[in-house]
Antibody, heavy 121, light 107 residues
């Protein structure tokens, strides 16, 4: 069965960086786009960007350009999301989710359990 | 960017009620509209894709309709497990924006 298992909670100071992971299993890793979506406490869902695990091409939301980097490791079927220059308003639950097979215009059908990243001095 | 609105932002309903949630987009997205359900402390779950395609395992009381800029999620007979927050999302173009959500709670 398809699973996306994310790394554990993080606490960071303002200005630091955080790198979180999402390990995929149960399907062909390189065939499906992976997306990152975050949710601040009590707020809605915000799309951060996507990565194509096949060739590691990325597409980032403008709000995160210059601060976010998404990478993948095909040997472990894992994608990573690093967010730098953290601010208090980056405190949120970060989800990875699976997108389409060889296409981006498809819904997110499986989600990781989420990672709480807390930014506090 | 494509802007998303949802109405209402919240509603109170009883078990057995018919519930309708509307999603509107700032430009024509054809039928690239998806609906998710999210329960507190949990990841969102895909209910409906491409405006009206019910995901496997989702109860048939959920239905979606619409095209262009106006879309609707309908729950034909609300069940206790349906009290959640519902989000629409467009997958027409990046950034893949979400609506602000509709919270459905118990009257």
């Amino acid at each position: 069965q398809v699973q996306l298992v994310q790394s554990g909670a993080e606490v960071k100071k303002p200005g630091a960086s955080v790198k979180v992971s999402c390990k995929a299993s149960g399907y062909t890793f390189t065939n499906f786009y992976l997306h990152w979506v975050r949710q601040a406490p009590g707020q809605g869902l915000e799309w951060m960007g996507l990565i194509n695990p096949s060739d590691s091409t990325t597409n980032y939301a403008q709000n995160f350009q210059g601060r976010v980097t998404m990478t993948r490791d095909t040997s472990t079927s894992t994608v990573y999301m690093e967010l730098s220059s953290l601010r208090s308003d980056d405190t949120a639950v970060y989800y990875c989710s699976r997108g389409g097979e060889m296409s981006t215009d498809t819904p997110f059908d499986f989600w990781g359990q989420g990672i709480l990243v807390t930014v506090s001095s | 960017d494509i802007q998303m609105t949802q109405s209402p932002s919240s509603l109170s309903a009883s078990v057995g009620d018919r519930v309708t949630i509307t999603c509107r987009t700032s430009q024509n997205i054809v039928r690239y509209l998806n609906w998710y359900q999210q329960k507190p402390g949990k990841a969102p779950q895909l209910l409906i894709s491409f405006a009206s395609s019910l995901q496997s395992g989702v109860p048939s009381r959920f239905g979606g309709s619409g095209s262009g800029t106006d879309f609707t999620l309908t729950i034909s007979s609300l069940q206790p497990e349906d009290f959640s927050t519902y989000y629409c999302q467009q997958s027409f173009s990046t950034p893949f924006t979400f609506g602000p959500g509709t919270k459905v709670d118990i009257k």
